[in-house]
C-alpha cells in the first residue's frame, strides 16, 4: 500500500507537534521515522493511524483521502497499528485480544451474532483460525487461553502486534515497538519484522532506538521539532549533519540528554 | 448443566406458585426482561440509562394502541420491541459523540417528557389511562389466565437473555468488551464503538418495549402512572445489585429487590405502622441497598457468590 503524506500539520494550543510534514512510503517499502524526544515522531504516527485529527495537509492511503476518516474506517482500508504503551484488551483472553483484530476484515454484525445466522458462524471460523495462526507468529501460542493481563509485557507487546496482523493489514504502522523489550524478545521482533517486509507488507515504524532501525529500514525520516530535517537511505542519514546536529543537541539548546545516535 | 438446571426451575415455578403470586410473578419477571438490556448497556457499552421505563411504556402502548385498534395482538406485540428500538436509536444517535453521563441525562429528561406527553395524549388516554385493551391472543386461541402471562413473561426473559448471550459472544460483543478497556486500541482494530454502542442501546430498548408489550396485554389498562422515573431506578438497581457483565446477573438482581421490596411492604402495612411507612421503606430500599452493594459488593452478588464458591472449591 501506498501511504502519501503531503504537508500535514497537527498544534496543540499553538504549538505545532508537527509541522508541514510530507513523506511517502512506497509498497512494500519499510520506512523508519527517527528523531529525539518531542520530535512529534508519536504524533504524525496518531495521524496516520487516525487517533489524532490532523489541522491541514493531504494523507493518502493508494491514493484515497483518509484525512477526515475516524480511525476504525482507516482500519477498514488496511491500516493496522501497533501502539507504543502496550493496549491490551483487560478481562479477555490472549485468543479473543487477537480475534479482535480481524474486525477490520470481517462483516457479521450484531443481528448476524444475536440470531446466530450462517454469516456469524462463516466469520468466527475464519477468524479463529486466522488469530491461531497470528499467535501462533508471535510465538503466543501458549498464552492463547490465558487472559490478556496475565502476560508477562514482552509478550502484552507481541499481542498488540498479533492482534494487528490478524486484520492482515496492507499497511502497517508500529510505535517503538522494541522499547522495553529484552535482548532476546528484540532479536526476535527484528526477525518477525524482517519477514514482514520480505513478504512485501509496507510499513511505517517511528523508533527512538536508532540502532534498532538503522539495519532494517529502506528508508529513514528523521523528524526535529515536527519538521522533516532529512529523509534518505541509512547510510545517507548517518552522516548527515542536520541529523547528528539535531541528535548531538548543537542546534536550538536545551535539549533533553539521552538520545544520541 | 446450570443454565438447563436454572431454564427447569423458571418453567415449574409459576405451576409451583399460589395463584396469588402469580402476578407478581409475571411483572417480575418482565422486569428481569428490562433489566437484562440495562445490563448489557451498562456492562459492555459503559452507558447508563435512567429513563429505561420510557422503552417498556413506548412498548406497552404501542401494544396496546395498536390492540385497541383492532391490529392482532401478535402484531402489536412484535412490533413493540422495533418502536422502542427506534426511538432509542433516534434518541442515542446525537449523543454518540458525547461522553460520559449525557446519555444518562438524556434518558431521563426522555422520560420525564414522554410522561407529561402521555398524559395530554387524549389519543393515548391521556392522564386516565388507555382501556380496553383486548388480552394477548394468536388466532382464535386467547390468553386469559395469570398462569399463560407467566409463561409468555419467561418466554420473554428467555429472548432476551438467549440474544444477549449470543451478542456478547460475538464478533460485535467482541469489540465492545474490547472497546470497555481500550476505545482507542478497539478502534483502531476496526470498531465503529459509537455505533456499537449505540446498537446495544437499541437492542436493551427492544428488550424493555417487548416486556412493555406483555405487559399491556397483561393488565389490559395503561396510564402514564405506570411508568414512573421510580421504574427506571428500579432496574438500575436491579442491574447493579444482581451483577453487570454476566447473565444471571440481572436475574438475580431483579428477584431480590422484588422480594425486598414486597418483603418491606408487608411489614409497612402492619397494624401501629404510621400511613405513609410503606412508601418510606420501599422508596429507600433502593438508595440503601445501592449504597450498600456498592461499598460491599461492587461487582454485584452473582460475580462476587460464584468468585467466592471458585475460592472454596480450590
Known amino acids: 500500500m501506498r501511504l502519501v503524506v503531503d504537508r500535514v500539520s497537527r498544534a496543540f494550543g499553538g504549538v505545532y507537534a508537527v509541522r508541514d510534514v510530507s513523506l511517502t512510503v512506497e509498497p512494500g517499502e519499510l520506512r523508519a521515522v527517527i528523531g529525539p524526544n518531542g520530535a512529534g515522531k508519536s504524533t504524525l504516527f496518531a495521524l496516520i493511524g487516525g487517533q489524532l485529527a490532523a489541522n491541514a495537509g493531504r494523507i493518502e492511503v493508494d491514493g484515497r483521502p483518509v484525512r477526515r476518516l475516524p480511525a476504525h474506517r482507516r482500519a477498514r482500508l488496511g491500516i493496522g497499528v501497533v501502539f507504543q504503551a502496550a493496549r491490551i484488551f483487560t478481562g479477555m483472553t490472549a485468543a479473543e485480544n487477537v480475534m479482535v483484530g480481524a474486525h477490520a476484515t470481517t462483516r457479521a454484525g450484531f443481528l448476524a451474532g444475536a440470531l446466530r445466522l450462517p454469516a456469524h458462524h462463516r466469520d468466527e471460523r475464519e477468524i479463529r483460525s486466522r488469530a491461531l495462526a497470528c499467535l501462533d507468529r508471535t510465538g503466543l501460542a501458549d498464552w492463547a487461553d490465558r487472559p490478556a493481563e496475565e502476560l508477562p509485557l514482552g509478550q502484552q507487546r507481541a499481542l498488540q502486534l498479533a492482534r494487528a496482523l490478524c486484520a492482515r493489514p496492507r499497511l502497517l504502522l508500529l510505535d517503538e515497538p522494541a522499547s522495553g523489550l529484552r535482548a532476546g524478545e528484540r532479536e526476535s521482533l527484528a526477525a518477525l519484522i524482517g519477514d514482514l517486509r520480505a513478504e512485501g507488507l509496507t510499513m511505517l515504524l517511528v523508533e527512538h532506538d536508532v540502532g534498532f532501525v538503522m539495519r532494517l529500514a529502506d528508508q529513514v525520516t528523521v523528524l526535529d521539532l515536527g519538521r522533516v530535517i532529512a529523509s534518505g537511505p541509512p547510510a545517507a542519514i548517518r552522516t548527515d549533519p542536520a541529523v547528528i546536529a539535531a541528535y548531538l543537541g548543537t542546534a536550538p539548546a536545551g535539549r533533553p540528554e539521552g538520545s544520541h545516535p | ?314
Open chain 2, 1 to 314: 448443566m446450570k443454565a438447563a438446571a436454572g431454564c427447569a426451575a423458571a418453567l415449574a415455578l409459576p405451576l409451583l406458585l399460589p395463584s396469588r403470586h402469580l402476578a407478581t410473578f409475571v411483572l417480575l419477571t418482565l422486569a428481569a426482561a428490562v433489566t437484562v438490556g440495562v445490563s448489557l448497556l451498562m456492562g459492555y457499552a459503559g452507558q447508563v440509562s435512567l429513563g429505561q421505563a420510557s422503552f417498556y411504556a413506548i412498548g406497552a402502548y404501542a401494544a396496546g394502541l395498536l390492540a385497541v385498534h383492532g391490529t392482532p395482538p401478535l402484531l402489536g406485540l412484535l412490533l413493540a420491541p422495533v418502536l422502542a428500538a427506534a426511538a432509542a436509536a433516534l434518541i442515542g444517535f446525537p449523543l454518540l459523540r458525547l461522553r460520559g453521563h449525557h446519555l444518562a441525562f438524556a434518558t431521563l429528561a426522555v422520560q420525564l417528557i414522554l410522561l407529561s406527553l402521555l398524559a395530554q395524549a387524549s389519543w393515548a388516554g391521556g392522564a386516565i389511562g388507555l382501556q380496553g385493551i383486548p388480552r394477548f391472543s394468536i388466532g382464535g386461541y386467547s390468553l386469559t389466565d395469570d398462569l399463560g402471562y407467566a409463561y409468555l413473561a419467561l418466554l420473554v426473559l428467555g429472548i432476551a437473555l438467549l440474544v444477549s448471550r449470543n451478542v456478547v459472544s460475538s464478533r460485535a460483543g467482541r469489540g465492545l468488551r474490547a472497546a470497555a478497556t481500550s476505545e482507542i486500541a478497539a478502534a483502531a482494530s476496526g470498531v465503529p464503538v459509537g455505533g456499537y454502542r449505540l446498537a446495544v442501546f437499541a437492542l436493551s430498548a427492544a428488550f424493555a418495549g417487548l416486556a412493555g408489550g406483555v405487559y399491556a396485554f397483561f393488565l389490559g389498562y395503561l396510564a402514564p402512572g405506570s411508568f414512573p422515573v421510580l421504574l427506571s431506578i428500579e432496574y438500575v438497581v436491579m442491574a447493579v445489585v444482581g451483577g453487570l457483565g454476566t447473565i444471571a446477573g440481572p436475574v438475580v438482581g431483579a428477584v431480590l429487590i422484588v422480594v425486598l421490596v414486597q418483603v418491606l411492604n408487608t411489614l409497612g402495612t402492619q397494624p401501629g405502622m404510621p400511613d405513609y411507612a410503606p412508601s418510606v421503606l420501599s422508596y429507600a430500599v433502593y438508595a440503601l441497598v445501592l449504597v450498600v452493594c456498592v461499598l460491599y459488593l461492587p461487582k454485584g452478588v452473582v460475580p462476587s457468590v460464584s468468585a467466592a464458591l471458585h475460592a472454596r472449591r480450590r
